[in-house]
């Protein structure tokens, strides 16, 4: 009989955590090994102990899950982690893939999901939820769609969604007020708006600057 896979438990809820260990228990071939309800305990753990999988959080205390994942893949390159959680927004899906995530589980899964996920991750494959596929999907097709712009032009943006004048901005890049005043309408052409309300609009309405 082969050994039974591994599985780490990282979420801040603990209800959570004992709602997962109690639907697993009669399960042979799962060993739960450890949890966590924060990024520093899940650090503590991977220094003398591991896992096969990890079932990840996004929304941690201390960190986030997203940079977590990216964290323990870097030094722990066989980790398989799976996303545990309730968002199912593109971006969220995206970015823990990218960041080396083997699958995405929302919270309300059924015993039988978890069970698929583990197993599949466990064996090389990817797995997602059908919703999250569809999320992950159509945050592709946007990312594609959206105008591409300059890092220089990305930093003016984010200044401007904050609220700074042309002068403030100037200002914190040290750069001349006609450089971001240029930076500016560079913005309004890519982004085929008129003025900075309609420019924060777009921003917001497409997450434009969460990618």
Do not use: W
Not at 31 to 49: N, R, S, Y
Not at 136 to 151: C, D, G
């Amino acid at each position: 009989m082969s050994n039974p896979i591994k599985l780490f438990i990282v979420d801040d809820h603990q209800m959570l955590i004992e709602g997962i260990k109690s639907l697993l228990q009669d399960e042979t071939t799962i060993k739960i090994v450890g949890t966590a309800t924060t990024a520093e305990l899940c650090k503590q753990f991977f220094i003398a102990q591991s896992a096969d999988v990890v079932f990840m959080d996004i929304n941690l205390p201390d960190m986030s899950g997203i940079d977590l994942t990216k964290f323990l893949i870097e030094k722990y390159p066989n980790l398989n982690i799976i996303a545990l959680s309730t968002f199912t927004q593109g971006t969220y899906v995206r970015k823990m893939i990218e960041n080396g995530a083997k699958g995405y589980l929302l919270k309300n899964a059924s015993k039988f999901e978890i069970l698929k996920a583990i197993e599949t991750v466990k064996s090389g494959q990817k797995y997602l939820t059908p919703e999250a596929e569809e999320a992950l999907k159509y945050e592709i097709n946007l990312q594609k769609k959206l105008p591409k712009i300059t890092k220089r032009e990305k930093e003016v943006l984010i200044l401007i969604v904050e609220g700074l004048t042309n002068n403030q901005i100037a200002e914190k890049l040290f750069i001349s007020i006609d450089t971001v005043d240029s930076h500016r309408k560079n913005l309004y052409s890519k982004l085929n708006v008129n003025n900075t309300a309609m420019l924060i609009g777009f921003v917001n309405e497409n997450k434009f600057l969460d990618s």
